[in-house]
């Protein structure tokens, strides 16, 4: 036991692989001079490693890329980013006296996103629906990082604050 847990954890990684088991220690020898000739007989098995995962950061923007239209496909046609949305609503009503998801469904001319006080809460509620999302689908983060308003969905993410205090 102990021989196979250090090969396997203390050891270089190479990329080809050969696994052989055997009842003895003159089967896995005739097994391996098998190999060794060419042939690959039961109990051997051959293989490469597999590639590690890359890592995954959500990186959560400040306020600029803000615009009328924005999440109104997702919040019609996604059940998580919707209830997502409608969480940060509830809880930024208590304070803001506006309704996140009457300034979502403003048309162009009527949209206030440009202004700074609806534009930060709009972008936080968003990006965090949008999140929310992919980890429903299994996409999870390694890292997080935000700029200005990010940062607090970020923070949120990485649970360090809850949707509550985020918003």
């Known amino acids: 036991k102990d021989f196979c847990y250090t090969a396997s954890v203390h050891r270089t990684h190479h990329d080809h ?5 055997g009842a003895s220690r003159e089967e896995v020898s ?3 001079k098998q190999y ?6 039961k109990g051997v098995v051959t293989g490469q490693r ?7 950061a959500f990186v959560f923007s400040g306020q600029g890329p803000q615009w009328w239209g924005m999440g109104r496909e997702l ?9 997502a949305i409608h969480q940060c609503d509830e809880l ?5 006296g506006w309704s996140l998801l009457a300034e979502l469904s403003r048309s162009e001319t009527d949209s206030r996103l440009d202004q700074t006080e609806i534009a930060q ?7 965090v629906a949008l999140a929310k999302l992919w980890q429903s689908w299994g996409i999870l983060p390694d890292a997080v990082a935000g700029h200005s308003v990010g940062e607090i969905a970020a923070a949120h993410i ?9 918003m």
Do not use: T, W
Not at 17 to 21: G, K, N, P, S, T
Not at 92 to 96: D, G, P, V, W
């Open 121 to 127: 809460p709009a972008l936080l509620g968003l990006q």
């Open 17 to 21: 692989r050969l696994a052989i088991v």
């Open 36 to 41: 060794l000739e060419g042939q690959l007989p």
């Open 30 to 32: 005739a097994r391996l």
């Open 50 to 56: 597999m590639s590690p995962l890359p890592k995954l």
């Open 92 to 96: 930024l009503a208590r304070h803001a």
């Open 75 to 83: 919040l019609e046609q996604e059940p998580v980013f919707q209830e």
């Open 158 to 166: 990485a649970g360090v604050l809850s949707l509550e205090d985020a």
